[in-house]
């Protein structure tokens, strides 16, 4: 019996999924090719889409910096402190709402839902504030200085406040922008190191987007 | 002698015992005590300094100004440009998504060979962070390396390889919605791929016998089944892209001229880099005024379409 030839149209469904999926995955291609090639072939026209004596020089750079090893840390206790609260609130919530009915049940829920609605920049100002009165008052605050201290002894006040704050994400931004300036005061970067491990930790149970947003800003307060 | 320490116990346990409503009220504590002072107490307090002048130099102190902010902020017409280019991003930022969105998952809904590894293929952009995003994007729309404009300059879209995508207005938009369509089209895929699998098969089957073609099918059997996952995926999807900060900051910090400086990168420069907190929890609280405003009018039609289908 001879094979059935399926029609033009079957293998041109076929054509244009692989097509999109290519176009989708282009961005991520050209990230992964531009970090196997040195800048001198990147900044280079007609741009190479295979990579052009490759190697792994950019890499053995971040692994082998300890700035980078520290946004790699920060990272993990961010997003693992993050988990866990979320863990442990949601369960709790999770089954309070599900097993039991009560007076006022639809209401908060709404409530909590309703959080999704809530400016998250309107939020940041106001606990920015909030923190940054409250901050004087936190014993750790010497600590901090002290840390910025030695940084600025060591000459080394620009790396000190980025592997503060940096999560790889807000790094690789970091490393990008080449635009670092500093925070000019001492004490005001212990400050803002307080207020953003604290409040990266507490605001992960809202949205663990709202770290990433929140290390933007203060990268940019100079 | 047993007995009575069994009764004993049985009263204690009884003394013990909590009501259902108290021990659910236990079990909301936790979530509410972080809401409350994470989210709504700053909510207030951002409604209150909203009416008053608050800046670095009298942090302890804010001095209420009554609606002077408010003046301020519309006087210079800035806000409605603010506002302008808000919903400007988030309507083409949400359509352009919702329409890919449904092609792809209409695409991905057939019956294919591989079907599961292209679903997990467009999956990956959802994964990767804001911040890279705007990055990857920054670096493949770069004026003289990118590697858009070359592509696009050798298909003959472009009539030269140096085009300054975020140094002009309407390209800078153009470039922050295509990097944020690309990073949230898998979200809108795999919503309205879930729900098109909830579709009854018979319906479109009993369809197709009645002689509707591929168009009526998608019109009057597939949109309509999917509806409520259209509207709350729409709806997520527009909250989340009023929200956004990340990658508009990241891509043309605003610029140029204000051009795509949405509302959180508005709040954001008066409250961070012009200090002034009071201003910028104005923009805040106008920005939550209209997003309350939209929740109503939101539910509202929800409503009226769940009386409608009852």
């Known amino acids: 019996m001879p094979a059935r030839i399926k029609p033009v149209h079957h293998y041109a469904k076929y054509a244009f999924t692989v097509l999109l999926v290519c176009i989708v995955l282009f961005p991520i291609y050209w990230m992964l090719v531009s970090s196997f090639m040195p800048n001198s072939y990147l900044m280079s026209l007609p741009p190479h889409f295979l990579p052009k004596n490759p190697n792994f020089a950019n890499y053995i750079k971040i692994f082998t910096n300890n700035q980078y090893l520290t946004f790699f840390k ?8 993050t988990v866990v609260l979320c863990l442990i609130v949601s369960i709790l919530s999770g089954y309070g709402f599900s097993r039991y009915n009560f007076k006022g049940k639809g209401f908060a829920m709404t409530a909590i839902l309703t959080v999704q609605m809530f400016p998250i920049v309107a939020i940041l100002i106001s606990l920015y504030t909030l923190y940054l009165k409250h901050a004087r008052h936190i014993p750790q605050h010497h600590r901090a200085v002290n840390q910025v201290d030695s940084g600025v ?70 | 002698m047993a007995q009575n320490d069994h009764m004993e116990e049985k009263v204690n346990k009884r003394r013990f015992h909590l009501s259902d409503n ?17 989210v709504f107490i700053p909510i207030l307090k951002g409604i209150y300094v ?23 902020v519309f006087k210079n017409g800035e806000v409605l440009i603010y506002f302008k280019n808000t919903f400007t991003y988030v309507f083409f930022a ?33 994964i990767i962070p804001s911040v890279v995003v705007a990055i990857v994007w920054t670096w493949m729309l770069q004026q003289q390396f990118g590697v858009i404009n070359y592509i696009l300059y050798n298909l003959g879209i472009t009539s ?41 098969v018979s319906l479109t089957e009993s369809a197709k016998i009645e002689g509707a ?42 610029g140029p001229v204000n051009a795509t400086t949405t509302l959180s990168l508005a709040a954001h420069k008066k409250a961070f880099l012009e200090y002034d907190f ?33």
Not at chain 1, 182 to 211: E, M, P
Request: with cysteine.
């Open chain 2, 160 to 200: 030269t390889v140096n085009i300054s995508w975020t140094q002009q207005p309407f390209l800078a938009m153009m470039a922050v919605t295509m990097a944020a369509v690309w990073r949230q089209l898998p979200y809108m895929m795999v919503m309205i791929l879930a729900g098109l699998q909830s579709i009854d």
């Open chain 2, 213 to 254: 073609n591929s168009w009526n099918l998608l019109r009057y059997i597939t949109l309509p089944s999917i509806r409520p996952v259209i509207t709350t995926t729409i709806w997520i999807a527009v909250m989340a892209n009023f929200q956004m900060f990340t990658i508009v900051f990241n891509m043309t910090g605003g």
């Open chain 1, 74 to 81: 920060n990272s993990f206790l961010v997003s693992s402190s």
């Open chain 2, 94 to 126: 949400v359509g352009i998504q919702f329409v890919f969105g449904l092609a792809i998952a209409l695409l991905l809904n057939q019956n294919m060979r591989a079907r599961g590894i292209f679903r997990g293929l467009f999956l990956i952009p959802w």
């Open chain 2, 50 to 72: 909203s009416f008053c002048e608050y800046k670095i130099s009298n942090l302890n102190e804010p001095v209420w100004n009554n609606f002077h902010n408010y003046i301020k």
């Open chain 2, 278 to 310: 009071g201003a910028g929890s104005t923009i805040g609280v106008l920005w939550l005024t209209v997003l309350f405003i939209a929740t109503l009018l939101y539910n509202k039609f929800n409503d009226r379409y769940v009386s409608d289908y009852q």
């Open chain 1, 153 to 222: 002894s060591h000459g080394g006040i620009g790396n000190k406040e980025g592997s503060f704050f940096n999560s790889p994400e807000s790094a690789a931004r970091y490393t990008v922008s080449q635009d670092d300036h500093g925070f000019g005061s001492r004490k005001y970067v212990a400050r803002v190191h307080l207020l953003g491990c604290t409040f990266k930790t507490i605001h992960g149970c809202n949205s663990y987007q709202i770290g990433s947003k929140f290390l933007c800003l203060f990268l940019n307060i100079s």
């Open chain 2, 22 to 38: 108290a021990f659910a009220g236990l079990m909301l504590l936790p979530v509410f005590a972080i809401l409350v002072s994470v």
